[in-house]
């Protein structure tokens, strides 16, 4: 089925991918109204996956660095699957944590309109 060199990639789409579209999907049907309450809340959800997701995929990384002498035989799976949970950790938390900062300054910016 998955192979370990899969797991970052499993974990960046079940864990990352897939719930920051949902958060974005969810900031899109306030209907671009920028001064609704649900659009900071979006922005504060996808800063906290991005810090989320970063820690994870540090502790990823760390891990497979402190495994024991045991794993030479498979170091090119090793390798592998460092620079996937290194390239994710590079790319998902500023991608994520860059829509959630500017979601959060357009609700900062935007006034709400008056109803009359």
């Given amino acids: 089925m998955f192979t370990i060199q899969d797991i970052p990639n ?15 999907y969810w900031a899109w049907l306030s209907r671009g109204e920028s001064w609704r309450l649900s659009v900071l809340c979006c922005g504060f959800l996808l800063v906290a996956l991005g810090v989320w997701m970063a820690g994870l995929f540090i502790e990823i990384i760390d ?4 495994l024991p002498a045991e794993k030479t035989g498979r170091d090119s799976v090793w390798a592998v699957l460092k620079n996937s949970s290194a390239i994710w950790l590079l790319f998902f938390p500023a991608a994520a944590g860059g829509v959630g900062v500017n979601l959060i300054s357009a609700w900062l910016t935007t006034k709400k309109p008056s109803n009359g």
């Fill in 10 to 24: 499993v974990v960046g789409w079940l864990f990352g991918i897939l719930p920051a579209l949902g958060v974005m």
């Fill in 63 to 66: 891990y497979i660095e402190t």
